[in-house]
C-alpha cells in the first residue's frame, strides 16, 4: 500500500482491508485492498459501501 496516502476509518473482512483516503486531487476514494501473499487484489470504489461489498465477495486467485 502507497505510504503517501493516509487512510481512515481502517477495517478488515476477511483478508481485505478497507480504507478511506483522498485522492491526490482532493476526491475522497475508498479502497479495498487484499492483505494475502500474492493476491495483490486492489480497487478504488466512489462509495465506502461499494468497497465493503468488494471486500466481502472477494476471493483471492491464488491459494
Ligand atoms: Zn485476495
Redesign the pocket.
Known amino acids: 500500500m502507497p505510504a503517501n496516502r493516509h487512510f481512515r476509518n481502517v477495517i478488515r473482512i476477511g483478508?481485505?482491508q478497507v480504507g478511506t483516503a483522498y485522492d491526490s486531487r482532493g476526491h475522497e476514494k475508498h479502497t479495498a485492498a487484499?492483505t494475502?501473499p500474492r493476491?495483490g487484489?486492489s480497487a478504488d470504489y466512489d462509495s465506502r459501501a461499494a468497497a465493503e461489498l468488494a471486500a466481502r465477495t472477494?476471493?483471492?486467485?491464488v491459494r
Do not use: E, I, L
Request: aromatic share 10%; hydrophobic share 30%.
Open positions: 483478508p481485505v487484499c494475502a493476491c487484489f472477494h476471493h483471492c486467485p
